[in-house]
């Protein structure tokens, strides 16, 4: 069985100020994690995603995250937020085999001038 | 490309009617998948498609909703009778690679009253 909690529901910060979104994965076997963003009546678009290599992946709009294995966490940062990313953010886990993922509750950044 | 396109965007009816939602997967994509977003529940997979073959629909509320994939380039949710607990924001997504990197349309506001 595979779970993943998203720690916070709200996350405000200032527009220029870091980002650090929480995720915490439960997984039988080594997983694949994923962040995944939705924009206001848009669809989910992927972000970045880990599997098995780099420990610290990079994705698009300056986003990262570190796999931490001992803590089972994979923490989604941005060192200086911009107004554009707005938004709620997925934290996904899926198992071998990508045939399924399974989604966190979501974390929406609220983003201040 | 045009991405993932669901149809109809916004869907408003009554409880008791039929209601078919489609979407036409990105081209040259071999998995497709429905999701329903819910505030309560978050996002939760209904069905998936591999080869417009359904391998997974343990998702699939109950008996009331049904998926078809005819053609690797169209598929449709339908829910009869559609019930106010169905309300929901439903979501189809397409990959080439599983569920390694799916790509989301923009989704269908349905409105059940």
């Known amino acids: 069985a595979q779970s993943v909690t998203q720690l916070d529901s709200h996350v405000s910060v200032s527009e220029g100020t870091p980002v650090l979104l929480r995720c915490n994965y439960s997984?039988?076997?080594?997983?694949?994690l994923f962040w995944y963003v939705q924009h206001p009546n848009k669809g989910l678009q992927l972000l970045l995603k880990?599997?098995?290599?780099?420990?610290l992946v990079k994705g698009i709009n300056g986003f990262e995250a570190e796999f931490k294995k001992s803590e089972t966490s994979f923490h989604l940062t941005k060192p200086s937020a911009h107004m554009s990313d707005a938004a709620e953010y997925f934290c996904v886990v899926s198992t071998a085999g990508y045939s399924t993922l399974t989604f966190g509750k979501g974390t929406m950044l609220l983003v201040s001038p | 490309d045009a991405g993932v396109i669901q149809s109809p965007r916004h869907e408003v009816t009554e409880m008791g009617q039929e209601v078919t939602l489609r979407c036409k997967p990105i081209s040259g994509h071999n998995s497709l998948f429905w999701y329903r977003q819910t505030m309560m529940r978050g996002l939760e997979l209904l069905i998936y498609f591999n080869n417009n073959v359904p391998i997974d629909d343990s998702g699939m509320p109950e008996d009331r909703f049904s998926a078809k994939m005819p053609n690797a380039s169209f598929s449709t949710l339908k829910i009869q009778p559609s019930e106010p607990r169905d309300s929901a924001v439903y979501f189809c997504?397409?990959?080439?690679?599983?569920?390694?990197?799916?790509?989301f349309g923009s989704g269908t506001q349905l409105s059940v009253l």
């Open positions: 997504a397409s990959s080439s690679r599983g569920a390694e990197k799916l790509f």
């Open positions: 997984s039988s076997y080594s997983p694949s």
């Open positions: 880990y599997t098995s290599a780099a420990t």
